[in-house]
């Protein structure tokens, strides 16, 4: 049967379905620069174990968007 929808929709039915390479795959054509796209293929990168390429994936989209893996985006908290 013929996949229906965007390739975004279509990469987040193979992430839910558990077809992890499918993700990569589908989201291939996609803008690698898309937040949505990084983070969907970094979760199939999760999923499958692989924490160093998800981690690889996410961080230059966090850069861009100021995210850093601090707490308190990156602020330390002090505690009287």
């Known amino acids: 049967t013929p ?3 965007t390739p975004i929709q ?8 558990g077809k992890f390479e499918e993700v990569t795959t589908l989201t291939a054509g996609l803008d690698q620069g ?3 796209v990084v983070a969907l293929r ?3 990168d ?3 174990g692989q924490y160093a390429a998800a ?3 996410l961080a230059p989209v966090a850069a861009r968007q100021g995210v850093s893996g601090e707490p308190s985006g990156g602020r ?5």
């Open 46 to 48: 999760i999923e499958r």
């Open 34 to 36: 898309d937040p949505d």
């Open 10 to 17: 279509q990469a987040e039915r193979a992430l839910l379905e």
């Open 42 to 44: 970094a979760r199939a």
């Open 55 to 57: 981690e690889a994936l």
């Open 3 to 5: 996949r229906r929808g």
């Open 76 to 80: 330390r908290e002090s505690r009287a």
